[in-house]
């Protein structure tokens, strides 16, 4: 007989949300690795199944995943598994009674939900399969208000909702244990914000990049290209301090025409330090100020432990840097310094990721992340074209689909050496990178696939 499983070595099951796939994986990496824990899924793992199951954790690793997690769900202590109710009937048979026993005790209360991916099944189907189960101990009361432990049967029937099987695919049974933190998609949503711009990030994602970056109480988070600050919001939502730059003066000072329907001017509080106050963390709000990412203006050195952002990608308007014509005017007789008229000039994408990799090689603590947002022209897309620094792992690139043509690629990178002088980025000089240089190079390609794009989905990154 093989001996019952101890409590810290049991297997937990995770249901995951059916939206932003691609990103699920390095979320639940990333929160697993802030407590330096190890992803070890159970054989069959398969990314796209809304179920994963997780060996070599305890309860407490994944109340930890669970209290910051937005792609998952729900978790729970798995119980039993198999393909037919038979089968789930026998695993839940042989799972050890000391797990079970603590949960089934007469003075209880408890509760079973029934829970489908894929498929509604009618009220009169859940309460067949809850009366099935009566096979194993319930002891206590039901209470459906407030019980004291919570049972789930979960059953997949798979991910083509087009062909959805009469019987599940798999089903699963375990104890309930905690649920994931999909609320602050509402609860923060922009809809509802303060004060927003046409390019304001939503929130869930906002969250999601928060999470890729690790951003942890007492951290320093920064975002070179802060916008109307949805990302300082999410980082100073896990307790880090933030601080964001724009070369926008009206975006930093909240004034300027307001993008609200029915609103011509943004209204005296409308700034991204209100934002933090809507949510109650103005505390871990150090400033933003105006400043051109391309001319940063730090001293030298390691400072942030995480850069979050979403750069501009010059769809709607052109990307700008400040630059400077140094021989339009003469200055006056008794000036000493170097003369310069300010002015603006193009600002290529390969630039902007050029500098955004250099500067986050330089000032990254070790270990810090970087996370941003890369445009891609589908057809053209090969994993060469993201850009690579010597100094920066890449952790992850998760890509959200805008359209049949376009889609923007959410990456990771990871901070691993000290830059010196050799580690230049050169390669976006590379043919590949082709899209992103020269003025407005992905604009082009861009509209010249418009019109075959599937719709409503290109308003986001239109906006940008
Ligand atoms: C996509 S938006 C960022 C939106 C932001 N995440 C938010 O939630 O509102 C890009 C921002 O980059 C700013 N930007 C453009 N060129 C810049 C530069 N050279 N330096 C700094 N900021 C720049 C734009 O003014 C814009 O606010």
Not at 74 to 83: I, K, M, Q, T, V
Not at 187 to 210: C, E, Q
Not at 214 to 243: M, Q, W
Not at 419 to 432: F, K
């Amino acid at each position: 007989m093989a001996a019952p499983r101890t409590r810290s070595c049991l297997q937990y099951l995770l249901h995951l949300a059916n939206d932003n796939i691609d990103f699920r994986l390095p979320e639940v990496r990333a929160l697993l690795s802030l407590s330096g824990k190890p992803f070890n899924p159970v054989e069959n793992f398969h990314e796209k199944s809304p179920f994963w199951c997780l060996d070599g954790l305890s309860e407490e690793d994944i109340r930890g995943v669970m209290a910051r997690s937005i792609c998952a769900k729900s978790a729970f202590e798995l119980w039993g598994h198999g393909r037919t109710h038979s089968e789930l009937r026998t695993s839940l048979l042989k799972y050890p009674v000391e797990n079970i026993s603590p949960y089934m005790e007469k003075d209880s209360t408890y509760r079973i939900n029934v829970e489908t991916f894929n498929k509604t099944l009618e009220f009169q189907n859940r309460l067949e399969r809850i009366d099935a189960m009566d096979y194993l101990p319930f002891e206590g009361t039901v209470s459906l208000k407030n019980p004291q432990h919570i049972f789930c049967l979960l059953e997949d029937y798979g991910t083509d909702p087009n062909n959805i099987p009469e019987q599940p695919f798999y089903i699963y049974f375990g104890r309930w244990i905690a649920d994931g933190q999909r609320e602050l998609i509402r609860s923060h949503s922009v809809k509802s914000r303060h004060f927003i711009g046409n390019t304001s990030m939503d929130a869930g994602l906002s969250f999601i990049m928060a999470n890729h970056a690790r951003v942890k109480e007492n951290d320093l988070i920064f975002d070179p290209f802060v916008g109307t600050g949805s990302l300082l919001v999410a980082c100073s939502h896990y307790g880090a301090y933030v601080f964001g730059t724009d070369i926008d003066y009206n975006t930093i000072h909240g004034k300027g025409r307001s993008s609200r329907k029915n609103q011509k001017w943004r209204g005296p509080d409308e700034n991204i330090r209100a934002n933090l106050r809507q949510y109650g963390t103005e505390t871990s709000f150090i400033d933003v100020m105006v400043s051109d990412a391309s001319k940063p203006v730090w001293r030298e050195g390691a400072l942030f432990d995480a850069i979050v952002t979403d750069p501009p990608y010059g769809i709607r308007e052109a990307t700008r840097r400040t630059g400077s014509h140094k021989e339009t005017t003469k200055p006056p007789d008794d000036f000493c310094g170097e003369s310069h008229v300010p002015v603006s000039m193009a600002y290529h994408l390969s630039d902007i990721f050029a500098d955004l990799l250099n500067f986050s090689a330089r000032h990254l603590i070790m270990g810090g992340r970087l996370v941003y947002w890369l445009p891609i022209y589908r057809p053209e897309y090969c994993e060469e074209m993201v850009p690579l620094h010597a100094c920066l792992r890449l952790v992850s690139n998760c890509e959200q689909i805008l359209s049949s043509h376009t889609s923007r690629r959410l990456i990771t990178m990871e901070k691993i050496k000290e830059p010196e002088d050799s580690d230049a980025l050169a390669h976006l000089s590379d043919p590949r990178f082709s899209l992103y240089q020269g003025h407005n190079a992905f604009r082009e390609k861009y509209f010249s696939g418009l019109n075959k794009r599937s719709g409503k989905e290109d308003d986001e990154i239109l906006k940008k």
